[in-house]
């Protein structure tokens, strides 16, 4: 499976932005996808992750104000960004797994697409 992750720019506080991220290869609508972020200096974190059935999980810090959704015939995953902070700067990556449950640690995925830059300032 590949990702081919976009959507990314720069954005005032306060607005919005949408990710997308398609995959190709084979059983990809199968996977549970998710996003993650990394900022400069910090380690890349958890943002967002759903299942192939559609349960999701959030991060604490996202939660209300970003919405994950796939389209599994499009094989694509998406991430719509509002009410956007300065503090969600950050290099946005997707990744995707196997199985039917959403884990928000790095290591349980084992595919990532490039990162897109998000920028928001202030």
């Known amino acids: 499976v590949q990702l081919q992750a976009s959507g990314g720019g720069l954005v005032q506080a306060g607005g919005s932005l949408r990710l997308s991220c398609a995959s190709s290869?084979?059983?990809?609508?199968?996977?549970?996808m998710a996003w993650f972020r990394q900022a400069p200096g910090k380690e890349r974190e958890f943002v967002a992750g759903?299942?192939?059935?559609?349960?999701?999980i959030y991060a604490n810090s996202v939660k209300g104000r970003f919405t994950i959704s796939r389209d599994n015939a499009k094989r694509t995953v998406f991430l719509q960004m509002n009410s956007l902070k300065p503090e969600d700067t950050a290099v946005y990556y997707c990744?995707?797994?196997?199985?039917?449950?959403?884990?928000?640690?790095?290591?349980?995925?084992?595919?990532w697409g490039q990162g897109t830059l998000v920028t928001v300032s202030s």
């Open positions: 290869g084979r059983s990809s609508s199968s996977n549970v």
């Open positions: 759903i299942s192939r059935s559609g349960s999701t």
């Open positions: 990744a995707a797994k196997q199985g039917e449950l959403v884990m928000t640690n790095r290591p349980s995925y084992n595919i």
